[in-house]
């Protein structure tokens, strides 16, 4: 009897209906271990902790900074012929290399810095990073032919002469040696995801990263990218603006300020005691011309040196961490990640806020470019004013129609009762 009764267990465990059944339970067991699994991930991953929401409010005011200031500086190089000069335009390249970066590539920053995931694919994640690093690798090219300029210009007037072709050219060849040295970017980025098991089931948790075949690789590249893209340049360029500022400021060349003080003393001392030859009224407007010169290049160099040094520190904790982390792998077995990913996050959004600080300088070191932002701001208040008085005529004569039709209606009418 125990054996048949065994055997007749056995085939109700093997009928359909229980088979059935047991498939039905592990589904529910299954659904409900992924619904508290993505509760779980929304919680510790998804949801913004409390500085992220600090975070996300400083990205978009980068955003519409960036674009708006950087929109206004194109806009006014290109409204005005007189600020069409070299310096303007290696100005505009770098705009509006901001312009793209913040366009393209910090929408994109910030999602992945706030949920951790890269939810655009494996395509743009070899077109954004690429872009990014083209539009640093344009910066640092751009910010080093300002350099390059002035010091020509200040150091040695005679040895080059810039002129608005040959910086279009520069601009052209920044543009091509920045899309060429940057390919090995888009090359090794793939997406892919941090837990396979979860790869069917959500998108979270997938990566947009560097795929090396050696060790070696990242090592070389990125020690070579800091070099290239950062310290090199950026020893260059302050080797250049201290001979900028020597020349300025401290030593006595013609249009230097002691020197301009002893020629204006000479010219008061001649327009007391007249001499034949040359008039004093010419010198003195000569002299005047060469001190509004020696000031109006003050000006420019104090303006490029500040861009110069905001770039600088927006640029070197992405530039440390990147180093850190590529070359000398200091964060594979950190026990406190949250602050690590704090500090890149951090640092990725410094990188975009040197794109909303540019034109903030241009409008408080350059009188030009300030001139130009009022002008604009001004004309959009005109055009919304000139709006206003039109709407408000239109209204004025739409109402003064209809009290004339009604006037003609009540005229009709009487005359109509009279007869």
């Given at each position: 009897m125990s054996g048949v009764t065994g055997n007749l267990d056995c085939e109700e465990c093997l009928s359909p209906a229980h088979v059935s059944n047991t498939t039905e339970?592990?589904?529910?067991?299954?659904?409900?271990e992924d619904e508290e699994l993505l509760r779980y991930i929304w919680r510790e991953y998804l949801h913004p902790k409390q500085y992220e929401w600090v975070l996300i409010v400083a990205y978009i005011i980068v955003f519409c900074v960036s674009l708006i200031g950087n929109s206004l500086v194109c806009f006014a190089v290109w409204k005005n012929r007189h600020m069409r000069t070299v310096t303007n335009y290696f100005i505009v390249n770098l705009s509006f290399a901001d312009v793209l970066v913040t366009i393209i590539c910090l929408p994109a920053s910030l999602v992945v810095d706030i949920t951790e995931t890269w939810f655009f694919g494996n395509t743009l994640c070899k077109?954004?990073?690429?872009?990014?690093?083209?539009?640093?690798?344009?910066?640092?090219?751009?910010?080093?032919?300002?350099?390059?300029?002035?010091?020509y210009a200040i150091c040695h007037p005679l040895m080059f002469k810039s002129t608005a072709k040959r910086?279009?050219?520069?601009?052209?060849?920044?543009?091509?040696?920045?899309?060429?040295?940057?390919?090995?970017?888009?090359?090794?980025?793939?997406?892919?995801?941090?837990?396979?098991?979860?790869?069917n089931k959500t998108s979270l948790f997938t990566v947009c990263d560097e795929h090396w075949g050696a060790e070696i690789y990242p090592k070389v590249y990125h020690t070579c990218f800091f070099i290239v893209t950062y310290f090199a340049p950026l020893c260059l360029?302050?080797?250049a603006?201290?001979?900028?500022?020597?020349?300025?400021?401290?030593?006595?060349?013609?249009?230097?300020?002691?020197?301009?003080?002893?020629?204006?003393?000479?010219?008061?001392c001649s327009a007391s005691s007249p001499s034949p030859g040359e008039p004093v009224r010419v010198r003195t407007s000569t002299v005047c011309a060469e001190i509004k010169q020696i000031r109006a290049r003050r000006k420019t160099a104090r303006m490029l040196m500040v861009v110069l040094f905001v770039f600088a520190l927006c640029y070197l904790p992405i530039?440390?961490?990147?180093?850190?982390?590529?070359v000398f792998g200091s964060f594979k077995h950190g026990n406190d990640r949250e602050t690590v990913y704090a500090w890149f996050t951090f640092s990725h959004w410094l990188i975009y806020a040197n794109s909303a600080a540019n034109p903030i300088i241009y409008n408080f070191l350059s009188g030009k470019f300030r001139e130009e932002f009022k002008a604009a701001f001004s004309c959009c208040q005109r055009k919304e004013q000139s709006q206003t008085v039109r709407m408000r005529t239109s209204t004025d004569s739409r109402k003064s129609m209809s009290t004339q039709v009604i006037n003609m209606d009540n005229v009709s009418r009487i005359s109509d009762h009279l007869v």
């Amino acid at each position: 009897m125990s054996g048949v009764t065994g055997n007749l267990d056995c085939e109700e465990c093997l009928s359909p209906a229980h088979v059935s059944n047991t498939t039905e339970l592990n589904l529910h067991s299954a659904a409900d271990e992924d619904e508290e699994l993505l509760r779980y991930i929304w919680r510790e991953y998804l949801h913004p902790k409390q500085y992220e929401w600090v975070l996300i409010v400083a990205y978009i005011i980068v955003f519409c900074v960036s674009l708006i200031g950087n929109s206004l500086v194109c806009f006014a190089v290109w409204k005005n012929r007189h600020m069409r000069t070299v310096t303007n335009y290696f100005i505009v390249n770098l705009s509006f290399a901001d312009v793209l970066v913040t366009i393209i590539c910090l929408p994109a920053s910030l999602v992945v810095d706030i949920t951790e995931t890269w939810f655009f694919g494996n395509t743009l994640c070899k077109i954004v990073p690429y872009l990014q690093t083209i539009s640093v690798s344009v910066s640092v090219l751009t910010l080093s032919c300002i350099a390059q300029d002035r010091w020509y210009a200040i150091c040695h007037p005679l040895m080059f002469k810039s002129t608005a072709k040959r910086a279009r050219k520069s601009i052209v060849i920044i543009w091509v040696v920045s899309c060429v040295i940057m390919i090995p970017q888009a090359v090794v980025m793939e997406s892919s995801s941090l837990l396979p098991e979860l790869t069917n089931k959500t998108s979270l948790f997938t990566v947009c990263d560097e795929h090396w075949g050696a060790e070696i690789y990242p090592k070389v590249y990125h020690t070579c990218f800091f070099i290239v893209t950062y310290f090199a340049p950026l020893c260059l360029m302050v080797l250049a603006y201290i001979q900028i500022c020597h020349k300025l400021w401290f030593q006595q060349i013609p249009g230097n300020t002691s020197v301009m003080q002893r020629k204006w003393r000479s010219m008061q001392c001649s327009a007391s005691s007249p001499s034949p030859g040359e008039p004093v009224r010419v010198r003195t407007s000569t002299v005047c011309a060469e001190i509004k010169q020696i000031r109006a290049r003050r000006k420019t160099a104090r303006m490029l040196m500040v861009v110069l040094f905001v770039f600088a520190l927006c640029y070197l904790p992405i530039s440390i961490l990147n180093l850190m982390k590529r070359v000398f792998g200091s964060f594979k077995h950190g026990n406190d990640r949250e602050t690590v990913y704090a500090w890149f996050t951090f640092s990725h959004w410094l990188i975009y806020a040197n794109s909303a600080a540019n034109p903030i300088i241009y409008n408080f070191l350059s009188g030009k470019f300030r001139e130009e932002f009022k002008a604009a701001f001004s004309c959009c208040q005109r055009k919304e004013q000139s709006q206003t008085v039109r709407m408000r005529t239109s209204t004025d004569s739409r109402k003064s129609m209809s009290t004339q039709v009604i006037n003609m209606d009540n005229v009709s009418r009487i005359s109509d009762h009279l007869v």
